[in-house]
């Protein structure tokens, strides 16, 4: 079982878990379509938006397979939230998980969405005793590739139209990191 001593901080920012207060940020980059474009949904209106945004808030313990803990990403020195993470437990007979990001486009670039997830593997690794973590995203997204790369996470698998994803065929590519590796990291 995981339950984090919130907020969890790093260097630049505060992850903790959703509040109702988050709606107005959350909607600010859940609505746009170049955020959602390789997300399973669509740009979303203010009542989708509260309607994940409850959900989110509930998802503040890690007690089984495939529980899902979500954060909010705030910026340390402004408070503004930026991002929206997640820890999702995959397997506890397997000891597996998946990390996961979304951040708001005026925020990429910065390194914001690499800090959040070491800090996601973090908690995976060392506070939930994960063997191995993975990654998943569109092969046409670049970014999140990158940011997956940059956490040292291993390119493992690059699954050929594998999904037939809003209308057409694409292609995801899975990263993965053993506590092993990330203990050498360290």
């Known amino acids: ?23 107005e940020a959350l909607h600010a ?3 746009l379509p170049e955020v959602t474009r390789y997300l399973y949904w669509e740009p979303r209106d203010r009542a989708q938006t509260r309607a994940a945004l409850k959900e989110k808030a509930t998802r503040t313990t890690l ?3 495939n529980h899902i803990l979500s954060l909010a990403v705030e910026r340390r020195d402004t408070g503004e939230l930026i991002g929206d993470c997640m820890l999702h437990h995959l397997s506890r007979e397997h000891a597996q998980g998946e990390i996961g ?25 060392d506070e939930l005793g994960l063997h191995r973590i993975i990654g998943r995203c569109d092969a046409r997204n670049t970014a999140s590739a990158a940011v997956l790369a940059r956490l040292g996470m291993r390119r493992e698998a690059h699954l050929r139209e594998n999904e037939f994803f809003k209308g057409q065929w694409s292609d995801e590519l899975i990263y993965a990191m053993l506590h092993r590796e990330w203990t050498a990291t360290r």
């Open 101 to 125: 990001f979304v951040f708001h486009p005026a925020h990429h670039g910065h390194g914001y969405a690499t800090e959040a997830g070491r800090e996601l593997l973090r908690l995976g690794f």
């Open 63 to 65: 007690t089984d397979d």
């Open 29 to 31: 980059f859940h609505r």
């Open 1 to 23: 079982m995981l339950k984090p001593d919130f907020p969890l901080r790093t260097e630049r920012l505060i992850l903790r878990p959703f509040t109702d207060g988050d709606l």
